[in-house]
């Protein structure tokens, strides 16, 4: 049988046919490590005996958790990072008011491509799958061994298909595609394998809903969420001078597993605590109205274009409802800059939410956005366990902008239809 997408690209790095099960070490395109991980790289690559790193060229070093830094400590963390990337020669470090949210900013400057093997010491590195891309998440002390040699190993995993058809209904995009996925698989449903994207509704799903399903494949515990490079793939990395050839993923060859998804049958989803798969239909939730303190719009999930966009459109004229706050992450400078143009931050300013440089700092309940016990969270992030943004007592639910944009305006977790009532 043809071999998968994942299959033929590592069996490209590997110079020869590869099947599942089999390990390998392979050298890396791209090496990224961020302010969190990167710093237990730097030390163990000195420890191991270190002293010029493999290519710096391929090194990407983005301080994006805590920054602007919060405190002494993550002060130091990145001070460890600036200090690494001069004396190494990296050159494709991004300081603050340069940088961006890692997994929006790679693809963004073009530093990743269809068919590269990327590794990076942040498990969510298989965002850069939407591309086309073998790109996965790696521990830091294999981030260390890849800036000492270049190379990594890997097991070759199995692939699932994900068969997908129609198209998306209004208010609805990829981040409900993601979540019912994940809603069928489980959040261990695919550990250690791939997920690849196909069928005929792919050419329905935009670049930035890509980044978004590929983003979340980990939650599954896939190692990638890959989809095909197409035209929509082509023009996005031709904006960016890349050119790269198609490279469609054979629906005939050999998958571990197949689910199928029609995204004319999708409708938002919530996630509720404590689990990614844990989802439920907005039609049901909102009859609920279960009360929101916290809505957080942004992230290496849905920090992109399309969803201030998505959020704008809901809240343009209306107010945050007065017991809940919202707090906007455009995910770069780029993507700010832009929504600055096209007169969003406006709207968004003009609705009350507060506006923030690009970090990751809520996400993790890390900076810029944490809760506290008893309070609840609707956020366009990407995890939700217990704790993950702030106190153990808190709760977060997750859903597409559209959703957080209507529900910061009622106040309780609502869809974007509810708007019209």
């Known amino acids: 049988m043809t071999p998968s997408m994942t ?43 270190g002293d010029r790193v493999w290519d710096p060229e391929q090194i990407v070093l983005v301080p994006d958790h805590f920054v602007p830094n919060k405190d002494i400590k993550s002060a130091e963390q990145v001070a460890l990072l600036r200090d690494f990337a001069q004396k190494q020669g990296i050159k494709k470090f991004f300081e603050v008011g340069r940088m961006g949210i890692e997994h929006v900013l ?79 698989l489980g959040v261990d449903g695919a550990n250690y394998q791939v997920l690849e994207f196909t069928g005929p509704g792919v050419k329905n799903i935009s670049m930035d809903s890509r980044f978004t399903v590929s983003n979340m494949a980990v939650e599954a515990g896939a190692k990638a969420g890959l989809f095909p490079v197409d ?127 690009p970090t990751c700092g809520p996400c993790l309940g890390g900076h810029m956005g944490i809760l506290a016990k008893g309070e609840r969270a609707v956020a366009t992030t990407n995890r939700n366990f217990v704790g993950r943004m702030g106190a153990m007592q808190s709760e977060v639910y997750l859903a597409s902008p559209a959703v957080a944009a209507a529900s910061a305006v009622k106040g309780y977790i609502a869809g974007p239809l509810m708007m019209n009532n």
């Not at 790269?244 to 509720?272: C, H, Q, S, T, Y």
Request: charged fraction near 25%; proline fraction near 4%; glycine fraction near 10%.
């Open 7 to 49: 299959e033929r690209i590592l069996s490209a790095k590997a110079g020869r046919s590869v099947k599942p099960g089999e390990f390998l070490m392979v050298k890396a395109d791209v090496a990224l490590g961020n302010d969190i991980t990167a710093p237990v790289a730097i030390r163990e690559f000195y420890n191991h005996g």
């Open 231 to 357: 035209e929509i793939t082509r023009a996005y990395e031709a904006e960016r001078g890349i050119r790269v050839d198609e490279m469609p993923i054979d629906e005939n060859g050999f998958f571990r597993r197949e689910i199928r998804v029609n995204l004319d049958d999708l409708k938002p989803l919530v996630a509720f605590p404590f689990l990614p798969s844990n989802t439920r239909n907005i039609d049901e939730v909102e009859k609920e109205k279960i009360i929101v303190h916290q809505v957080v719009i942004g992230s290496c999930t849905n920090g992109r274009m399309e969803d201030l966009r998505e959020a704008a459109a809901i809240m343009k004229g209306k107010k945050v409802a007065g017991h809940t706050r919202c707090i906007v992450f455009p995910g770069s400078q780029s993507v700010y800059k832009q929504a600055v143009k096209e007169g969003l931050i406006e709207i968004f300013l003009d609705s009350e939410c507060a506006i923030s440089t």
């Open 106 to 184: 790679l693809p963004e400057q073009g530093l990743v491509k269809a068919g590269d093997l990327v590794v990076g010491a942040d498990s969510h590195t298989c965002t850069y799958g939407a591309l086309g891309a073998f790109a996965t998440g790696v521990g830091s002390t294999d981030l260390a061994g890849v800036f000492l040699t270049g190379k990594v190993w890997l097991r070759v995993p199995e692939t699932i298909k994900v068969f997908i058809d129609g198209s998306f209904n209004p208010f609805v995009s990829g981040k409900d595609l993601i979540l019912k996925v994940i809603s069928i």
